[in-house]
């Protein structure tokens, strides 16, 4: 079992810069595929960025350039930097976890999620 617990929204200007945290609980979170998906209002929630258990990264292309993902295996902890935020940007942001070790953007792959961090972005 895997608890995701997401950090580190919250409302910034165009252009700005937030970092997410996603805290999971375990002692197997090394051997977990990470991944950050978002969902806006009115809207199906998206892929964002994935970073398999060996470290390979994945960004969709949205956010190609802005956005990283990374992994600290010594703190169960995976981030997510954003740069040069825009508003369309704004969405309740998602952890989720995959047993697997190839970092996916299908969200049917994901077996435990978070319960999200808002992000909103002002123009």
């Known amino acids: 079992q895997v608890q995701l617990v997401e950090s580190g929204g919250g409302l910034v200007q165009a252009g700005g810069s937030l970092r997410l945290s996603c805290a999971a609980s375990?002692?197997?979170?090394?051997?977990?595929?990470m991944g950050w998906f978002r969902q806006a209002p009115g809207k199906e929630r998206e892929f964002v960025a994935a970073?398999?258990?060996?470290?390979?990264?994945s960004h969709a292309t949205s956010v190609k350039g802005r956005f990283g993902i990374s992994r600290d295996n010594a703190k169960n902890t995976v981030y997510l930097q954003m740069n040069s935020l825009k508003p369309e940007d704004t969405a309740v942001y998602y952890c989720?976890?995959?047993?697997?070790?190839?970092?996916?953007?299908?969200?049917?792959?994901?077996?435990?999620w978070g319960q999200g961090t808002q992000v909103t972005v002002s123009s």
């Open positions: 989720a976890a995959a047993n697997i070790p190839t970092g996916s953007a299908v969200q049917d792959d994901y077996g435990y």
């Open positions: 375990g002692r197997t979170f090394r051997m977990y595929a």
């Open positions: 970073i398999s258990s060996g470290g390979a990264t």
